[in-house]
């Protein structure tokens, strides 16, 4: 077997991205360590079509200033042959036309910002991986209107491109019922509390809290809405919902009704949940775990989030065959179709298509249950393809 393109060797192929390793979003680090042990486990096994899969990935501290430098580090010097995991929606922005310009793609990152499934068009070499933040905002729209429909909204987010994606994501799904939401505040993402935004949103007289957040911000909201006595139903975006990060709100609030009843999505098996840990996909996730990255929680769905999109990688560099191009990786990224990716929850498909870039579109609500530390699924998977509209 020869080489075929940049980065791969008749016995290698190298990745590369950048990660927050450190800095305000560090809680998120942890994923390309769980990604890069789900490959070291399949090159224990005899690698695609031969080859091992060798994972370079640099720390830019969730600062798109940083990511940049890196990213042409690992494209020009290191001679990767394709970046994938890079985090970071203003990270991946700041290296997304640098990486379509070099034709190199830039695989499943790790963002869903409604951006890199919309504009693929212009952005070819990029792919998304996770539900998209307006997707998921839709169906909390479609939720509360459905359930709570005199329900009076607050909303707190990240003052960046993130946060607002979130925040059109819901106002858009309300539609004509947008005015349910009566207060919103934003916030830097290195702020060192957020009392003032939560008292103002409290005394706005709403009974309903929006939490769209990074984990570090996430946690000090919920910490400060139990603090102030305000007792809205919570509901937290999915990039911040990992058990053990809920478990550090309760803590530093020192009480469990601070998380207890809040309101989320899913559409990764729940390691944390011990309903599934019978299931052969989670059995699988804590087997490579306890082998690959023994100091990793295996509760922390971020985990099982890492080693999700690199089963999906995997997938199509077995898929491209052993002549291994950039080009034919290509069509078989747009041709993905998963039902079967065992650490994604039953039933919820990973595809794409030419003209439909929206990996993951189902999403199922769930409620944290404070006295067991799970979540409990209160609906069936809700599918919002076709439905999301960008800008």
Known sequence: MTASDVGVTKDAILI??????????AAYGTIAKASDAYFHYVNDNGGVHGRSINYKYLDDAYNPAQTVPLTKQLVEQDQVFITFGGLGTQAQTSVREYLNSKKVPQVFVATGAT?????????????GWQPVYQGESLIYAQYVVKNTPNAKIG?????????????DGLVKGLGNKADMIVAKESNDVGAPDLNSQILKLKNSGADTLFVFETPSPAIKALVSAFQAGWKPTIYLNAVSNPVPYIQAAQKAAGDPAAVDGLVTVGYLKDPADPGQANDAGIQLYKQIMAKYYSDGKPEDGFNIYGMATAYSLVDVLKKAGPNLTRANLMEQLIALNETDNPFVFSGIPVKNSASDRYTI???????????SSTYKPVSQPIDVRGQIKFP
């Open 155 to 167: 909303v707190i987010y990240q003052n960046d491109d993130y946060g607002q994606d979130y925040l």
């Open 361 to 371: 579109t189902q999403e199922y609500v769930a409620k944290y249950d404070a006295a």
């Open 16 to 25: 590369g991205g950048t990660d927050p390793l450190s800095g305000p979003a």
């Open 115 to 127: 951006t890199f499934a919309a504009e693929f068009d212009k952005y070819p070499y990029t792919f």
